[in-house]
């Protein structure tokens, strides 16, 4: 048994953060009642677990680990549970407790064929300044959108899978998404104004309709002035795997009559691709069904 070269090549270059209650090259992620900080671990901290993994997990290990949920991405370094070598997933919610029971009914979420493609897909979008880094933490939003309207404002949106907090079974896919709202430093001072409502339109991946009407944001009603800027994190979840939100904020001008709207162009959510328990069975069985065949063509 032997790790994945390329997993054994970055180890030899950066074998995992020494303190993982620090801020990573992972990121975090959070909202109102959740926060997520992934690290990625050395390589005894790694592969300490194999022998303790069981039913799904069977000849896995985790590569990254959050502490505060005791969560994080796993690869398998063999095909016992029927995960192709080397693949990076992170398991699905649904079957927590039977997981640690060892049973092998495990769903999960696919985030790379191998570990070569998951680090540097990430490290791309970081090169690209695609995330938002503040005061030296990384948030890994993709961006999604961004709109400016006659007003000058600006309304930009980027998106958040959490896997930790959605499920294969029963469905629930839950995400998290960053909006920023800037008003240009050239927009008269009478083009000051507060956010009072906010008006969303949702569609599931079904074509499902939601409408969503109410005030403030997260609780606040920021103003905008010249040059002026307001982020906010907020969260939502489909039963599908994709979905789509657009909408518009209503703002209230300070010094004069009247109100003004500020466009939400359409935010596009996407979770990973899925596996099935029962499609690594039914690899994992005909491999072993070949193997047999083999043994019994020597004998």
């Excluded at 270059?13 to 690290?39: D, M």
């Excluded at 649904?94 to 790379?112: P, Y």
């Excluded at 083009?191 to 109410?214: A, F, P, Q």
Aim: with cysteine.
């Amino acid at each position: 048994m032997s790790l994945p070269e390329d997993y054994r090549c970055f180890l030899r270059i950066h074998n995992g953060q020494k303190n993982i209650n620090r801020p990573g090259v992972l990121g975090s992620t959070h909202i109102a009642n959740h926060f997520k900080r992934e690290a990625i671990l050395n390589v005894k901290a790694a592969t300490l677990s194999l022998a303790h993994m069981h039913g799904g997990l069977r000849g896995c290990i985790p590569i990254t680990l959050c502490v505060i949920n005791t969560c994080g991405h796993y690869m398998a370094i063999t095909e016992e549970a029927g995960h192709k070598h080397g693949r990076v997933f992170w398991p699905s919610l649904d079957n927590e407790t039977i997981n640690l029971n060892g049973d092998g009914r495990m769903n999960c979420f696919i985030m790379a064929d191998n570990f070569t493609l998951w680090f540097i897909s990430y490290a791309e979008s970081l090169v690209k300044e695609h995330y938002p880094v503040i005061r030296g933490e990384i948030f890994p939003y993709k961006s999604a959108s961004e709109h400016t309207g006659d007003n000058d404002i600006t309304v930009k949106t980027a998106t958040c899978f959490l896997p930790e907090q959605s499920n294969v079974n029963p469905p629930h896919f839950f995400f998290t998404y960053r909006i920023t709202i800037s008003m240009d430093q050239s927009v008269p001072k009478d083009g000051s104004c507060k956010l009072e409502t906010r008006h969303w339109y949702i569609t599931d991946g079904n074509g499902e309709k939601e409408e969503v009407h109410g005030e403030a944001v997260v609780g606040s009603y920021p103003t905008m002035v010249p040059g002026g800027r307001h982020d906010y994190v907020s969260c939502t979840s489909f039963t599908t795997p994709t979905g789509t939100m657009e909408g518009h904020y209503t703002f209230k001008f300070l010094n004069r009559e009247g109100t003004t709207n500020a466009k939400i162009a359409p935010m596009h959510f996407k979770a990973p691709p899925i596996e099935l328990a029962s499609e690594r069975q039914r690899r994992r069985n005909a491999k072993l069904n070949i193997a047999s065949c083999t043994d019994s063509d020597s004998d």
